[in-house]
Nanobody, 127 residues
Framework: QVQLVESGGGSVQAGGSLRLSCVVS????????MTWFRQAPGKGREGIAS????????LYADSVKGRFTISQVYSTNTVYLQMNSLKPEDTAMYYC????????????????????WGKGTQVTVSS
């Protein structure tokens, strides 16, 4: 019954901004890792940003560091991804994900351990 629902994708010109949202339900949100992934056609799924729900600690891939910001509103089980200074190479399907097991802290940007996925939201950046 766990559901993750993404929204906020769309088309934007290079240099523009978008904010993605992920609402999770049917899930024990405390002491968990929430991670945003993205996947372009013909390429692997790349972890780009994670947040630890128990303390708010974040981790970013080098490809988005300084441009993207992950955050949460704990009371509504909602995770956001603010994307600024977008580039054409950011074009991809963006997925929200959750790890099923509680942790003490630290959320790696890896596929291992991901138990739940959203359906994704498309982001297209034109030059």
């Amino acid at each position: 019954q766990v559901q993750l629902v993404e929204s906020g994708g769309g088309s934007v010109q290079a240099g523009g901004s978008l904010r993605l949202s992920c609402v999770v339900s049917g899930y024990t949100y405390s002491r968990r890792c929430m991670t945003w992934f993205r996947q372009a056609p013909g390429k692997g799924r790349e972890g780009i940003a994670s947040i630890y729900t128990g303390g708010g600690g974040t981790l970013y891939a080098d490809s988005v560091k300084g441009r993207f910001t992950i955050s949460q509103v704990y009371s509504t089980n909602t995770v956001y991804l603010q994307m600024n200074s977008l580039k054409p190479e950011d074009t991809a399907m963006y997925y929200c994900s959750a790890r099923g097991r509680p942790v003490d802290g630290g959320c790696p940007l890896t596929l291992a351990g991901i138990d739940y996925w959203g359906k994704g939201t498309q982001v297209t950046v034109s030059s």
